[in-house]
């Protein structure tokens, strides 16, 4: 969907995703009416609305970055809030994302922010994972980072990390290979998309994500098998010497796990 | 008593604490493991500018090893699990100031780890990658696969042999033990000065001599 809507279009859109008018104002911290009066054009949003609706129309993903539980250190146990200090600030991600999207940066939230999105429970068990995928031809994304005070090391390298709080939590980039590029062309990732992203991932987390996805997407073996070999079929596995790169996309290591899923 | 040759690291205070923990904690689990990356080269005789410490490990001692830095306070993070694992610590002042630990699957690297010699890294033991094996490590980067590495890597691989640090035959072994013809070919053309024109560098040449 192209930049620009008009607002009313933009609430349309989400509305038929099925938000409701009353959730968007709490999840976005307006008074109480305030979309249904821009819905019947009697308020006129700022740009900065604007510029959120816009993003939630386009990376749905994002969602959980825009509200206060988006955290590096773990949503924590109810009641215990972790301590600020290891938490990636809300409201940096939510300027993050909003300047991303004004860059035009390429980019999904994987990871933890994909299963939210998703409607995936965490795996019990595993460590909180906050990243991105960024196209590698947007690396302006790390100056949108350092530009909003964060700290971004490893500049040139397949994932760069970015600090927001000098000592606190990290967030990072990764900038995936070739064979993965086609997400990007995609407003937001499917559930199918993103379970092929964890099966390629060498991570052991990966698995236990691909597993959350399937059993709560009710995904069989046998329609991630095709869309597998649709989509990756052609890719070639890297060359073993390259075991970190390996890491990212390992077709072989996929075909293995899917094959295992019930 | 032998002297170990010695390593004086100009980094981050905080990063050579760090440092000597993990050191210490991988004696302890008698893990294989050595210094890699630019502070290898510096300890072989080759200076360049770095804000990190790259280690190899053997992925055996993996989870408890991090389990060991983490009760100790080292703050160790998942870049790309199960290789590359990350410490930034706490109190560094320098933002890129970290130590990446890489546990490496297969290859020249874990040929390295076998090999690693140990030196006197800012007054601790440690053990460091051999320079050959450095080398071929950087010959192994496929441009085709990941290009901005790869010019990384053959600049690095261009001051190395300007300085005389790059022993071909030594190398061309490593790289016949690890089957990588392509790697080799890029030796070739590292040592013919080949390569060089790929930096838009031209390779340094012999004074002529002046006797007539």
């Known amino acids: 969907m192209p930049m620009g809507l008009a607002p009313i279009d933009l609430i349309g859109a989400l509305v038929s995703r099925g938000d409701t008018l009353a959730g968007l104002e709490r999840l976005l911290q307006l008074s109480p009416g305030y979309l249904s009066k821009v819905r019947r054009q009697r308020a006129a949003p700022s740009p900065q609305l604007v510029a959120l609706l816009d993003l939630l129309v386009q990376h749905p993903e994002v969602r959980a970055a825009l509200v206060a539980r988006a955290s590096a250190s773990g949503a924590g146990t109810p009641g215990r809030p972790q301590p600020r200090a290891r938490a990636v600030p809300s409201s940096f991600l939510r300027k993050l994302v909003l300047a991303w999207r004004a860059s035009q940066v390429r980019f999904h939230a994987v990871d933890d922010l994909l299963l939210e999105a998703l409607g995936v429970p965490r795996p019990k068990g595993l460590e909180p994972s906050l990243r991105f995928l960024v196209h590698p031809r947007d690396r302006h994304a790390l100056t949108c980072a350092r530009t909003l005070g964060a700290e971004v090391a490893m500049a040139s390298s397949r994932a760069s990390i970015c600090t927001p709080v000098p000592g606190g939590a990290s967030v990072i980039f990764v900038f995936p290979l070739e064979p993965v590029h086609h997400l990007f062309a995609k407003p937001s990732l499917s559930a199918i998309d993103a379970a092929l992203y964890f099966a390629l991932q060498a991570d052991e987390d990966a698995e236990a994500r691909l597993r959350a996805?399937?059993?709560?997407?009710?995904?069989?073996r046998a329609k991630l098998q095709k869309s597998f070999a649709d989509t990756y079929g052609a890719a070639r596995p890297l060359p073993r010497g390259e075991w970190l790169l390996r890491a990212t996309f390992?077709?072989?290591?996929?075909?293995?796990?899917?094959?295992?899923l019930p | 008593m032998t002297t170990l040759p010695a390593v004086k690291l100009h980094l981050d205070p905080a990063l050579k604490k760090a440092l000597r923990v993990c050191a210490e904690e991988l004696d302890k689990l008698d893990a294989d493991w050595a210094i890699a990356g630019a502070t290898a080269m510096q300890a072989h005789g080759y200076t360049r500018a770095t804000h990190?410490?790259?280690?190899?490990?053997g992925d055996d001692v993996r989870t408890e090893l991090i389990a060991r830095l983490r009760t100790r306070g080292v703050p160790v993070n998942p870049v790309f699990k199960p290789y590359h694992y990350r410490i930034d610590p706490v109190a560094r002042k320098d933002p890129e100031a970290s130590i990446d630990l890489l546990f490496p699957a297969?290859?020249?690297e874990s040929l390295g780890l076998l090999a690693a010699t140990r030196m006197l890294v800012d007054g601790t033991a440690m053990p460091v990658l051999p320079i050959h094996h450095i080398v071929a490590l950087k010959l192994i980067t496929d441009p085709s696969i990941d290009s901005s590495r790869y010019i990384r890597d053959l600049a690095d691989l261009i001051a190395l042999r300007d300085r005389g640090?790059?022993?071909?035959?030594r190398v061309r072994q490593i790289l016949e033990d690890v089957r990588d013809a392509d790697a080799r070919a890029r030796l070739s053309d590292l040592a013919a000065g080949t390569l060089d024109q790929q930096l838009g560098v031209r390779p340094m040449r012999k004074k002529r001599s002046t006797k007539p």
């Open chain 2, 52 to 57: 990190d410490i790259d280690v190899f490990i």
């Open chain 1, 213 to 220: 996805i399937t059993q709560t997407h009710a995904l069989r």
């Open chain 2, 165 to 169: 640090l790059v022993d071909s035959e």
């Open chain 1, 250 to 260: 390992d077709p072989d290591l996929a075909r293995e796990r899917i094959a295992k």
């Open chain 2, 106 to 108: 297969l290859g020249v």
